[in-house]
Every structure is written in C-alpha cells, then in structure tokens.
C-alpha cells in the first residue's frame, strides 16, 4: 500500500456488539519504540511489510541537500534492524513508493523522473540494482506492488503520455524465479474524457491479481470504483467491473487485500455525492471460485472531511474479513471495527476503546491465524502529548483493552501511521514521532498472541 495510505490513526471509548459489551482479552506487549531514521533529519511517511516469522521492512522518504531520497531498514527473524540503505534516485516531495514481503522476498517500488523503479532485495547481495518499468516516453505516477507467497510479484501504477493525458492504469507481472514481462493495460482503453487513477493491487498465491482504482469520468460528471481480477492462466486483463456507491473524494482509492487462497475484498469511503455530508463505507467481498463481487453498505458516519474515514482493510487465510474506519460523535471521533467471517454477513460495528484520536484514521492488519491488530493515535484527557495505541483480538475471541504502544516515549505529534503482520501474527508498527521540528520514523512490534 503506497506511502500516502499512512497519514494517521484514531481511538474510543467504548466495546460494544449489538450494545452488549464484549469481557476484554489480554494483548501482548509492545516493544520499546525504536528509532529507524536519524536524529535530526526529516523523515516522512513511512510505508511497511512483514513476512514469514519476524522478518519485516520498512521503507520511507527522507530530505537531504539534495532532494529526498529513499532509504529502507530490514530485520530478519524478529532479530535488530539493519542500518538503513539508501536506494538510487531523487525522488518528488510527493512521489508514491511501496513495499511488500513475502518469505520468498522483499520488493520496493518508487516513482523516479516519471520511471517505475523497482528493487528486489537478494540477500547477501543486498539490494538489486533499480529496473524501470515503463518507456522514457511516458508518465509514470502513484505506483503500488504486491507480492505472493510463492514469490510472485505485481507492480501497478498510473501512465499516461504526457501528465494527467489520457491516464490509465498499467501493470507488470513478475513470476516467481521468473523475468518481468511487458506493461499491460489494466483499466480499458483510454479516452480523453477520463482519467484512471491511483491503483492499488493485492495477489492470491497462484498468481490471481485483483487491482482497484478510481475513474474520474467527464462525460458523466462522476468518479467511480474500478476493479479488474486476472488469473495466473489469462491471457490479458478482462473488462474492469464498476462498483456501486460512489467515493466520498475522488482523490483516495480503495483498500484491497487478497489471501493465499484466492479471496479477495475492497472497502472504501463512499457518499450520495462527492465531498457529501452523510458519507458511509462501502466493503466488497469475492469468494474464491465466485463470480461477483458481494457489496455491503456498513451504516452512515457523521465524521468527515472529504473522504478521511476508512482507515484500512484486512484479510485472513479463512477469508474472515476486517475493516476500520474513524467514526465522529457528539464529544470525539472513535474507532469503528466491522468484521465478515467467511461465507457469514458482516457483523455490527463495535468502538474500541482508547484515548481520543482527533481526525486521523486507525490502521488494521491480520495475521494468517485472523488474529488481528488495530493501531491508533490519540490524545487522553489531560495528557500533553499523542501516544500510539493498540488493541488486539484473537481469531476466536474479543478485542484487548488499549495498549500504549509508544510507552514512556510520547508520540509528540505522531503521524503516518502504518501497520503490518506476518502470517505467524507478530505486528510492526511504523510512525513518525515530531519532535522540536524535525521528524523521526520510529517502530515497534507486538510478538503473536499464542
């Protein structure tokens, strides 16, 4: 999920299910904040992935004399975090990067002078040296990637021959052990009366591709919900699906996610019309095997700025389903967790409870189990400063009380919040922690529930 997924979080006061309370499960600890980035130097939104047993990366923009530039840190088997490496190029203040794991690989993609740059990390070797994906004649931009656990890799992006003309969305497949293949398009064929824009992918393990993205049509004054899902055996993308319910802001695409197995899901933002006041979320679930995509409208929430609500989508190898979402109330925003269990209806929306998070979103992830972590800033009463919290849930069983996952090491305004789980359930949390005007990526991770 690209770097501008990670702009926040939020919090609550109350665990309730169809207004019974649920009695509260024990959560693990966090570990000491850690400090990726230096002293003194500004570093922004950082983006994260985690894989296997304890092996994670996490990847972010920091400014130097010469522009900003990518750095990334790595640890292996839950061990310390390697120094951080910077990888090649000048990237844009508002240039998109991403990064994703699997126990086969990392890959980390990013936008430089208009190229798809991709990097795979090999090892002993280090980090390999930059591809770019795209022709020199063409403009690149928001680039997302996906990886399966075979190793299997997909990067997609937004591509047009000359800024914002005639936009589409493109991908490249890479096979495990495999080349990359040439760009494909995605989204249709290109008019001038619309733009496709902002895609984001997730895979399933035999190579089954599902890519969401927003298409901004002229002719009908609207934006719209794109979906395409290719399987490992076709031959070219098919025609894309529009979804119902239009987003709230047509500048936030989609959550997506899939799971081993082929499952996949999207949740999004949505209103009567953009920018509207009653906005709701909208989540669609596809079975494997399933032809169509099952559409739930979870219920209205007052909270909102132009399409600030969700906060993130999960998936677990079951196919239980969970979402977030900021929800505003007379007093304070809370966060709101809805959660579909396999072939069942989406369950009532329930608030953990925790401090209050202001206007920024939670972030959620599950591990292969359905174990699930949620991840928040917020602001108790009296307190000078943000801390980041976090409650946690079994597969079978209820929300933890709030944790403190910055401990004694306040938040100070703490922003970009990002959040990731392997598939043994052990969750790394990444965010920003300001302190007297410069701006640190700092992490902390949860070991698996038992």
Known sequence: MSWWRFLGSAGSVALLLGGLAWPAEAGTS???????????????????????????????????????????????????????????GVVHRRSTYDVAMSAKGTTVVWIWAHRVRVSRYLG????????????????????????????GITVV?????????????????????????????VSGKTSPQRHDFLPQVAMGSRGTTTVAWLRDDYRAENCKVMVAR?????????????????????????????????????????????????????SAVRPKGDG????????????????????????????????????????MNVVRVSRRPVGGPWADPISLPGADPGDREPRIAMGGDGTTTCVWPGLRRGARH???????????????????VTNAH????????????????????????????????????NRALQ
């Open 30 to 88: 966090w570990s000491s904040p850690h400090g990726l980035s230096r002293v003194g130097v500004r570093a922004l939104a950082p983006a994260v992935a985690a894989a296997g047993n304890g092996d994670a990366t996490v990847v972010w923009r920091q400014a130097t004399t010469s522009g900003y530039r990518l750095l990334v840190s790595r640890r292996a088997g839950g061990g310390a975090w390697n120094d951080p490496v910077r990888l090649p």
């Open 124 to 151: 002993d070797a280090g980090w390999s040296r930059p591809v770019a994906l795209n022709r020199k004649n063409t403009h690149a931009s928001e680039v997302d990637v996906a990886m399966n656990h075979r190793g």
């Open 157 to 185: 992006w937004s591509q047009a021959k000359t800024r914002y003309v005639r936009e589409k969305v493109v991908a490249v497949k890479r096979p495990a052990g495999g080349h990359w293949g040439r760009p494909t398009t």
């Open 230 to 282: 290719r399987t490992r055996n076709a031959t070219r993308w098919p025609m894309p699906t529009k979804l119902p319910h239009s987003p709230n802001a047509c500048h936030i695409p989609p959550w997506v996610a899939m799971n081993r197995r082929g499952d996949a899901a999207l949740t999004w933002e949505a209103s009567y019309s953009e920018g509207g006041v009653d906005p709701f979320i909208v």
């Open 292 to 331: 169509s995509w099952h559409v739930h409208r979870h219920p209205e929430i007052a909270h909102n700025e132009f399409g600030q609500g969700v906060g993130g989508l999960a998936i677990d190898e079951a196919g239980d389903v969970g979402v977030t979402w900021l929800e505003g109330t007379a007093d």
């Open 386 to 404: 943000e801390e980041l919290e976090a409650a946690q849930r079994p597969a079978a069983g209820g929300w933890s009380q709030a944790q403190s």
């Open 410 to 445: 306040p938040d100070r305004r703490g922003e970009s919040t990002a959040l990731a789980m392997d598939s043994a359930g052990n969750a790394v949390a990444v965010w920003i922690q300001r302190v007297a005007g410069t701006s640190r990526v700092m992490v902390a991770t």
